[in-house]
């Protein structure tokens, strides 16, 4: 787990952009992996993920797990860089306006409690 600074994480006036934006955050790098003696070497990201809302509504539920999700449709976009020190390895993804998702929503979840509609 890594902690978000207050700086970290931001949102537009109308709370309809999220931006997250991290800098040197400990990650490993296991090429081998998932083989069971892969070793392992330090390395660090930097990312901003950007959330932007749209109106299409969206709701999960499952009332066995005691699970809701209400929220909206939203795009997605990443931008990151790897840094492997050890091997002098930069890897930079494509820049925030070429990258795109498949799937991704905001809102609010309740979980431990189920609230009927």
Same mark, same amino acid.
């Given at each position: 787990?890594? $902690?978000?600074?207050?700086?970290?994480?931001?949102?537009?006036?109308?709370?309809?952009?999220? =931006?997250?934006?991290?800098?040197?955050?400990?990650?490993?790098?296991? $090429?081998?992996?998932?083989?069971?003696?892969?070793?392992?070497?330090?390395?660090?990201?930097?990312?901003?993920?950007? +959330?932007?809302?749209?109106?299409?509504?969206?709701? !999960?539920?499952?009332?066995?797990?005691? !699970?809701?999700?209400?929220? *909206?449709?939203?795009?997605?976009?990443?931008?990151?860089?790897?840094?492997?020190?050890?091997?002098?390895? =930069?890897?930079?993804?494509?820049? +925030?306006?070429?990258?795109?998702?498949?799937?991704? *929503?905001?809102?609010?979840?309740?979980?431990?409690? !189920?609230?009927?509609?």
């Amino acid at each position: 787990m890594t $902690p978000v600074p207050e700086s970290g994480l931001t949102f537009t006036p109308d709370g309809k952009q999220a =931006t997250l934006a991290l800098t040197n955050v400990p990650i490993i790098d296991q $090429p081998r992996w998932p083989a069971i003696d892969a070793e392992t070497t330090p390395a660090f990201m930097d990312f901003r993920l950007v +959330l932007t809302a749209t109106d299409a509504p969206v709701k !999960y539920e499952d009332p066995v797990r005691q !699970y809701r999700f209400i929220g *909206v449709q939203a795009s997605a976009q990443l931008e990151a860089t790897i840094r492997v020190p050890s091997l002098d390895f =930069t890897f930079k993804t494509d820049p +925030l306006a070429a990258s795109t998702c498949d799937f991704a *929503v905001m809102g609010d979840e309740v979980n431990g409690r !189920y609230y009927g509609a």
